[in-house]
């Protein structure tokens, strides 16, 4: 799953979008859910909600917005399936936070590119009768170079997949095409329980994190 991650526009691997140089928003370290934040959607930034939150939805008790979707459900869902045939989106990510089970409760882990640049994870969205869209983020199962914190990851797409996931093919042959191959891109350590709390938000937050030796 992806509950929590960190984006700054600065970080490249943005140049084919077109109002890019235009375009400004300030270095998150922390967006949580029902954060606003730059999806790119016909290849322009746009402000989008993290979260889809459907009128079924919200007529339950105590519900929350949908910020993931899995990838093994796009062609099942009837929530999803719409979204998938003609709302697809990409959304740019400097770093994901995963929560690791160990004795002492959960433990944080930071991810991100190897080389430092921003990522590009396969989101849907959709647009609000007040003008708004929100939008999820695709997870699928971690690929094994990663799976040792957690057994979901997004799905992080290259440049081809990116071209497959934004292109006219039949949804069928998207979803087959789609390459969850990533894992060799990705490093992760262990950072701050401080990223626990979404009102903390600064760059100590995505530093590695060693325990002190006493």
Not at 8 to 25: K, T
Not at 105 to 132: C, I, V
Not at 200 to 206: A, F, P, V
Request: proline fraction near 5%; include cysteine; charge should be negative.
């Amino acid at each position: 799953m992806c509950g929590r991650y960190y984006f700054s526009i600065d970080l490249g691997n943005l140049s084919f979008v077109e109002n890019i140089d235009g375009f400004s928003f300030e270095e998150n370290f922390n967006i949580a859910p029902q954060t606003s934040v730059p999806v790119v959607i016909d290849n322009k930034l746009k402000e989008c909600t993290w979260g889809y939150y459907p009128q079924w939805l919200k007529d339950q008790s105590n519900s929350r917005p949908l910020f993931n979707t899995r990838f093994e459900s796009l062609l099942e869902k009837k929530t999803f399936i719409s979204a998938f045939k003609k709302s697809r989106c990409l959304v740019p990510i400097s770093g994901w936070f995963e929560w690791k089970v160990v004795d002492e409760g959960k433990q944080p882990y930071f991810f991100k590119n190897t080389n430092d640049e921003n990522l590009l994870a396969a989101g849907l969205y959709w647009d609000r009768s007040d003008g708004s869209t929100e939008f999820t983020i695709i997870t699928t199962a971690a690929p094994v170079e990663i799976n040792e914190v957690h057994d979901r990851s997004p799905l992080i797409l290259d440049d081809v997949s990116t071209g497959v996931w934004l292109s006219d093919d039949n949804p069928e042959d998207i979803h087959s095409d789609i390459s969850h191959d990533f894992g060799n891109r990705i490093e992760f350590y262990q950072v701050s329980k401080s990223v626990n709390n979404p009102k903390n938000n600064n760059e100590e937050l995505i530093k590695e994190f060693t325990d002190l030796p006493f």
